[in-house]
């Protein structure tokens, strides 16, 4: 039955919708790194104590939220022994080592190189899967893999060949805030399998805050003032619980394909504000590392079928270029 133009025009709306909803909740994740350095540059925050504050108030809106959503299963995964067990694994190994390396990185160096640095999560999850199946790994991984090396090389010595340009510090946190990116990733798959994606974050991370407790209660943070306490409101409501939930509600509307594809917003957006707003140097070897790290994570997302398809065009052209 050939389709109407109502049903074009509705799923045309769709796409428009999700990939809103993705490309903003990207922006907010990035937008938030910059916030976040500028606590940690300005006003003397602490990263463990903005990591407390962070996961603590996220994770209550989030939970708080699955509860007005759907208020008899919110609870339903402590039922289970295995899967609180699974929650507790999740949260103090991937939801916890997450935030914080990811706010380490930020301190030790900025906001652009810590983002860029995160998305080297795919290759180490592409290490693990061919560990555990014992499987070589395809073609397009070993590209995406030697692009991310590429990149990071770039990215560390800013195109200073033989040393390095960024603190050996901010390196290894960035670097661990992609293995961390990489267990985020692994860890909650049967859980969301099984339940509400808003529950098993916002237990995870209420749970994840637990240890920093100390950090916000025993050793609080000097005064703070108004516009600190508003930048320390968007990192927990805009760049946590608003982005997850946008990036969460586009896969209603478009493909989680789209939606890896469009979280290299997450990256433009920090490195962009980190040069325009906080005047940070990003010269043409660390754009250049940073398009190559995040090119590895699209290369991921892409269906094999489709990069056949184009290198066959590509091979096609060429073809057609030397007869003329």
Do not use: C
Request: hydrophobic share 55%; glycine share 8%; no cysteine.
């Amino acid at each position: 039955m050939p389709r109407t133009e109502a049903h074009l025009t509705n799923d045309s709306n769709r796409k428009i919708k999700g990939v809103t909803f993705a490309v903003v909740g990207a922006i907010f994740w990035g937008a938030s790194g910059i916030f976040t350095q500028t606590l940690f540059t300005n006003s003397g925050v602490k990263p463990l104590w903005l990591v407390g504050i962070r996961l603590f108030f996220a994770g209550l809106l989030l939970v708080l939220w699955s509860a007005v959503r759907d208020p008899h299963s919110f609870l339903a995964l402590w039922k289970n022994r295995r899967d609180a067990g699974l929650m507790i694994l999740f949260a103090f190994f991937g939801m916890v080592p997450s935030q914080l390396t990811y706010f380490l990185a930020i301190n030790a160096g900025n906001a652009a190189t810590a983002t860029i640095l995160q998305f080297l999560g795919p290759v180490f999850i592409l290490l693990y899967m061919a560990l555990t199946t014992r499987q070589m790994p395809r073609r397009i991984d070993f590209i995406s893999i030697t692009l991310a090396l590429i990149g990071t090389y770039l990215l560390v010595t800013r195109g200073h060949l033989t040393s390095l340009q960024l603190a050996p510090a901010a390196i290894f946190w960035g670097i661990m805030a992609g293995v961390s990116q990489a267990l985020y990733t692994l860890l909650p798959r049967t859980l969301l399998a099984k339940y509400d994606a808003r529950a098993v974050t916002g237990w995870s991370m209420l749970l994840g805050s637990l240890p920093f407790l100390p950090q916000y209660v025993l050793h609080p943070n000097p005064m703070l003032t108004l516009p600190d306490l508003g930048a320390i409101g968007f990192v927990v409501i805009f760049g946590t619980m608003l982005a997850y939930l946008l990036v969460l509600g586009s896969l209603n509307y478009i493909s989680p394909v789209a939606t890896g594809m469009l979280s290299a917003f997450e990256p433009l957006t920090a490195t962009t504000l980190a040069v325009t707003r906080l005047h940070i140097a990003f010269g043409p070897a660390e754009w250049l590392g940073g398009i190559l790290i995040v090119l590895n994570t699209l290369l991921q997302a892409l269906p094999i079928k489709k990069i056949q398809s184009l290198q066959k065009r590509l091979i096609h052209q060429l073809l057609q270029k030397s007869k003329t």
